[in-house]
């Protein structure tokens, strides 16, 4: 299996803050990989799919990068609504998918 | 409006049986492969299981396998999974998610069902 990994596991930041969350992939993953956010008692939120594709109805200030093992979220100006667990998905070996472990950004 | 809705979760002891149910509406549930994706309490997502639109490729995560069946009705637009010999492990929220046909990522999910193993 494909294993995920996220860093940090946690971070504080403040509102207006330039956000960056790593993910890697224990082996070349092409650009499968797709980025979610999940607010605590509500289901995942897809925002970022193909490695940089923004999903419809996502703002502009979420973005993706990467290819190959290694990939990024930046989320350009935090917003408190941003504040929320983050996760990244590959989806190379669709249907045998698999989560990284998540980012936890909460308020500085 | 693209909505699904988990039902069926509970409490249930160990070594018994609970079967989920996932009502779909606002596009044409035969055109999709359908998804369990289950989450821990305080926990990351874990991918459970998959079926193809017309179910004719069924997989599951080892963790659950031999265990659970996925199925579907696409003429009742509707998903399940039928899990026996619950463990404690398996205690979790259990969500469907819909597979994005370009890029395999998951587009919609249900809200959750609650499904607690305890004695």
């Not at chain 1, 330039?18 to 008692?41: D, E, F, H, M």
């Not at chain 1, 995942?44 to 923004?54: C, G």
């Not at chain 1, 200030?61 to 935090?78: E, H, N, P």
């Not at chain 2, 049986?17 to 821990?40: D, H, I, K, P």
Request: charged letters at 15%; proline letters at 4%; a positive charge.
């Amino acid at each position: 299996d494909i294993q995920m990994t996220q860093s940090p596991s946690s971070l504080s930041a403040s509102v207006g803050d330039r956000v960056t969350i790593t993910c890697r992939a224990s082996q070349s993953i092409s650009s499968y990989l797709n980025w979610y956010q999940q607010k605590p008692g509500k289901a995942p939120k897809l925002l970022i799919y193909a490695a940089s594709s923004l999903q419809s109805g996502v703002p502009s200030r979420f973005s993706g990068s990467g290819s190959g093992t290694d990939f990024t979220l930046t989320i350009s100006s935090l917003q408190p609504e941003d504040f929320a667990t983050y996760y990244c998905q590959q989806s190379y070996s669709t249907p045998r998918i698999t989560f990284g472990p998540g980012t936890k950004v909460d308020i500085k | 409006e693209v909505q699904l809705v988990e039902s069926g979760g509970g409490l249930v002891k160990p070594g018994g049986s609970l079967r989920l149910s996932c009502a779909a509406s606002g596009f044409t549930f035969s055109s999709y492969s359908m998804n369990w994706v289950r989450q821990a309490p305080g926990k990351g997502l874990e991918w459970v299981s998959s079926i193809s639109s017309s179910s004719s490729y069924i997989y599951y995560a080892d963790s659950v396998k031999g265990r659970f069946t996925i199925s579907r009705d696409n003429a009742k637009n509707s998903l399940y999974l039928q899990m026996n010999s619950l463990r404690a492990e398996d205690t979790a929220v259990y969500y469907c998610a819909r597979l994005a046909v370009v890029h395999h990522g998951f587009d919609y999910w249900g809200q959750g069902t609650l499904v607690t193993v305890s004695s």
